[in-house]
Structure formats: structure tokens, C-alpha cells
């Protein structure tokens, strides 16, 4: 049984549009697959008819945008309902920053010499309601001013280069409460990755996990490289916190690396499952036909 706990589509930052990703999944031998685009629901519709077309259990998964003390964490939940309110409320906050500073990075792109016509980036996001960098790099790349993300981000669009903008991002706390509050389990994303490693320290993880507030961490995940995937895991196992894997798979030829390249135990997404079960949550279709 192979499951790959976080992948995103072209209705966020990913190449794919979520039948596509489905698809692709099969090709890659997955048996589940969690669709976590950035900030939306929206794909998740698509993505499960799709599943039940090809035979790929599709779960339900969101990656909210959240920040401790400004520094960005990504917190992935699982089995959300999509109709709670508050987290909808929240996740329309972060999608609105998302978009409010678009016109900032344009200025800065035109300040470096490199303008990008808002026409280039409005068909590089194409109707995902959830705008983000990858899709100022590939109008970036559209251009020629960059031969691919990596370089859009290692030059201009990271942290701290020059394009980019601070946007809105849900406190870390209030956005693990809003997943739990809907039924959903809540897990950090790559949290030794090169953002949030810093923030996240063994004393923070162990009291989130103590109060009940986090379910678990995504240990195997490319941004941890073996030596951080066995400390974390160690961690995680003395915390009581669920450890996951992931490919985070954004599409063909954007990131260097393939759908199902790490995954997560079988033993673990039962226990997710039991847990959003006991939430009221709703973790794929056939969750959502029983309610
Ligand atoms: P944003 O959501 O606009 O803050 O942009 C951050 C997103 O860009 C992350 O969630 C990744 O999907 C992607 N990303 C971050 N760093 C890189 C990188 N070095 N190369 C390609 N994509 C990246
Ligand atoms: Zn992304
Ligand atoms: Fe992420
Ligand atoms: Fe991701």
C-alpha cells in the first residue's frame, strides 16, 4: 500500500490540474493520495471524482499558511469539513493576502528591470483562487528573465531576495485550533525544512503535542535530509506525534522530485483516519456520503 500524504495541483501552485495529478498518481503506482493545495479546497471536488474513476483513494487535505513570530510554518490538515466557517473565514484571509500583494512584487519585478504584464502572470495562475510565487516564477520563466523556479526563488522571490513580499499568514496556534475545530487533524509540514526549523524546537512541538493541539509532523519529506528525518522521527516518537511522508509534489519538472518518493505507513493514516472519524470530519468521498 503506497501513500503519498501531500501533493498540490494547478488550483493552487502545482502544474497539474487535479484529474491530471490523479492520473499521474496512478501512473505512479499510488494506492492513496492526499490532494494539500495551498490555502483552497477547491480542487478536492475534482480530484476525488477522478479517484473514483482510476481507483485511487483520494483524501481530503488542505496546506494552510500559517506564521509563529513572522516566520512561515505550513500546517497540513487532513479530513477538514469544508464548510466550517471559521476556518473558512481564515483561509479566505490568507487568500486575500495572498493576492493584496501581487502589485507590490510586480513593482519590484519592474524596479529590477524585469516587468511582467499582469496578462503574463493572470495566465500562469490561471483560475486557481490561491495566488503564490511559483506563479510569478513562471512568468518569470515565460519571460526568459529566469531559466526555472528554483532560479526564480534562489535569486529574486525567497525570503530574503529582493521581489519578494510579506503577505498574511494564519497564527501557527489559531490555525491548528481551526483544523481540529473541524473535524480535521492537523500535522507541520516539513518542519525542519528551510523555513520553520528555527521556530519549531523540540520545546514548542512538545508542548503543542501536549496540549493536544497537533497531531503530528511530516518527517520524511526532501527539505530533511536523513540525519533530520531520524531526529525528528526519534521526536515524534517520544512526543506521541504521528509522523508522516510525503513527495509534495508540485508537477512535472518543477520541483526534482516524483510522486510517491516518500510515504507514509499504513499504520499511521489508520489512525488518521480514526481520528477524523471520532472528529466528525470527513477524510474522502465515501466519508462524505456517509454523513
Ligand atoms: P508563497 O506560497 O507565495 O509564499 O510561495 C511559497 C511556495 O513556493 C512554497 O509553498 C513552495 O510551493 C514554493 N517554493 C518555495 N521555495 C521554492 C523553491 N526554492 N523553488 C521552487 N518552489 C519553491
Ligand atoms: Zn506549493
Ligand atoms: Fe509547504
Ligand atoms: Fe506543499
Redesign the pocket.
Known amino acids: 500500500m503506497r501513500i503519498d500524504l501531500h501533493t ?1 495541483s494547478s488550483v493552487s ?1 502545482g502544474t497539474e490540474s487535479p484529474a491530471e495529478l490523479v492520473a499521474a498518481a496512478v501512473a505512479s503506482g499510488l494506492d492513496v493520495l492526499a490532494l494539500c493545495d ?1 490555502d483552497t479546497f477547491d480542487g478536492l471536488a475534482e480530484a476525488t471524482a477522478a479517484g473514483a474513476r482510476l481507483g485511487v483513494a483520494v483524501l481530503h487535505g488542505i ?1 494552510v ?1 500559517t506564521q509563529r513570530h513572522g516566520h ?1 510554518v ?1 500546517v497540513l490538515g487532513y479530513g477538514c469539513r469544508q464548510d466550517d466557517e471559521a476556518l473558512q473565514a481564515e483561509l479566505a484571509h490568507v487568500r486575500a493576502g ?1 493576492s493584496g500583494r501581487v502589485p507590490a512584487m510586480l513593482a519590484n519585478l519592474a524596479r529590477f528591470g524585469m516587468p511582467v504584464p499582469p496578462e503574463v502572470l493572470a495566465r500562469q495562475v490561471g483560475d486557481s483562487p490561491s ?4 506563479h510569478v ?1 513562471d512568468a518569470m520563466v515565460e519571460l526568459g528573465y529566469v531559466a526555472d ?2 532560479e ?3 535569486s529574486w ?2 525570503d530574503d531576495k529582493p521581489i519578494f513580499v510579506g ?1 498574511y499568514a494564519a497564527p501557527l496556534g489559531r490555525a491548528l485550533d481551526l483544523i481540529k475545530a473541524a473535524g480535521g487533524v492537523a500535522v507541520i509540514a516539513h518542519p525542519w525544512g ?1 523555513m520553520s526549523r528555527d521556530q519549531l524546537t523540540p520545546g514548542l512541538l512538545a508542548d503543542l503535542a501536549a496540549a493536544g493541539r497537533l497531531d503530528g509532523v511530516e518527517v520524511d519529506h526532501q527539505d530533511h535530509d536523513e540525519a533530520t528525518r531520524a531526529e525528528l522521527r526519534a521526536l515524534a516518537d517520544r512526543l506521541g506525534l504521528l509522523a508522516t511522508g510525503s513527495s509534495d509534489y ?1 508537477g512535472v519538472g ?2 526534482d522530485h516524483d510522486l510517491g518518493c516518500n510515504t507514509t505507513d499504513p499504520d499511521v493514516l489508520g489512525e488518521i483516519r480514526r481520528r477524523v472519524a471520532g472528529r466528525g470530519g470527513r477524510l474522502d468521498g465515501s466519508d462524505a456520503a456517509a454523513v
Open positions: 498540490h501552485d495551498h496546506e499558511s512561515s505550513h495572498r495566488v503564490g510565487r511559483p516564477a523556479r528554483r526564480a526563488f534562489d522571490l525567497g503577505r528551510r508540485h518543477k520541483l
